[in-house]
């Protein structure tokens, strides 16, 4: 973690600087974003950030300034932003109304997630944010290769990679003009991912069973456990470690029942601020898998193998790197890695 903020600091530190050579944004500036074209006549004065996920892309990239409002937050921002970040204005901390995002006046309504500006937006569709002549832009890593038509977490068809990450940092900086930040910020990151992926060589999982329990609506019913294409599915391939879910769905429901028959060996448990259901607080997740018959003779939880993890590194963000480390590390001290 500690090199985690260190890189960020030296990303953020950055975005004064401009590196000689690379090209200005030449505006009109025209990208598909989600299957739609957004036009944008010059960089953005105001911004709506709608996702945790994408306030901290923004932040670091150096654009904290230009946030009018921020919604949509699972736990605390990365330490080195929480006193810009209470400078923000915060719409809501779960769904924002159309009607505050539209009265913050921005120019953007940048959405981490497609079902808040979608199609089926909750917070509002794309064409009535256009109308008001707002641009939207959706995190890539929400649309590609995925399907969001239900309106919920969604169906991955391919795997998460954090390519997708890059991709959005890259499409950012192109819209601000701060190619520069944009190229630093990459550049920090895949090193970051290499060194972590360095890191693990001689611990590789070897197809350990592990389990990602995000949330549940009930605490004893069934959980949002982490799909065979989302951001966990990718830290687990980079570990070598084997999911036990295999449906395509982001986060689906399942029972204990069926997860029991996979027989994890370690438990991924989130960690957030958000107490949206019932299950949000880790705490109570512990005090089930060690109290109900069915999860407590869990190979895992009988050997007491979890690993606590926040909420934002099992999205697909910029934190996902961080899960990485934070899996590779709880494998090593269970004595499970080969």
Not at 24 to 31: D, V
Not at 59 to 74: E, R
Not at 105 to 117: I, M, N, Q, R, Y
């Amino acid at each position: 973690m500690r090199q985690f903020l260190m890189s960020m600091t030296f990303a953020f530190g950055l975005t004064g600087l401009a590196a000689p050579g690379l090209a200005a944004t030449q505006y009109p500036l025209t990208i598909t974003n989600c299957g739609q074209q957004v036009t944008f006549e010059r960089a953005p004065a105001k911004i709506v950030s709608i996702g945790q996920g994408m306030t901290e892309v923004l932040f670091f990239l150096g654009l904290a300034d230009k946030i009018a409002g921020t919604a949509v937050w699972v736990g605390p921002v990365l330490p080195q932003y929480a006193e810009v970040s209470s400078r923000i204005k915060r719409l809501a901390d779960n769904d924002p109304s159309f009607e505050s995002v539209v009265g913050a006046e921005p120019d953007l309504v940048a959405a981490e997630f497609e079902w808040h500006v979608g199609a089926q937006g909750s917070v509002g569709k794309r064409e009535q944010f256009s109308g008001l002549g707002i641009n939207t832009y959706v995190a890539p890593a929400d649309c590609v290769a995925k399907i969001n038509a239900d309106g919920g977490d969604g169906v991955r068809k391919a795997l998460f990679t954090m390519d997708l990450i890059y991709q959005e940092i890259a499409e950012l900086s192109d819209i601000f003009d701060i190619k520069d930040r944009g190229d630093a910020l990459i550049a920090d990151l895949k090193k970051r991912e290499a060194d972590a992926v360095a890191s693990i060589s001689g611990a590789s999982a070897k197809n350990l069973p592990i389990v990602f329990w995000f949330s549940s609506k009930e605490v004893n019913g069934d959980a949002f456990i982490a799909g065979k294409n989302s951001a966990p599915a990718y830290i687990l391939k980079t570990l070598g470690a084997a999911n036990v879910v295999t449906t395509e769905e982001e986060w689906p429901l399942v029972g204990w029942e069926t997860i029991a028959q996979a027989d994890p060996a370690v438990i991924v448990i989130a960690t957030m601020d958000r107490r949206r259901y019932a299950a949000d607080d880790p705490k109570v997740k512990l005090d089930f898998l060690k109290n109900d018959p069915v999860t407590r003779e869990l190979d895992a939880v009988r050997n007491n193998r979890f690993v606590i993890m926040d909420a934002q590194s099992m999205n697909p963000t910029i934190r996902t790197i961080d899960g990485i480390e934070i899996l590779a590390k709880g494998i090593q001290s269970s004595g499970l890695a080969q």
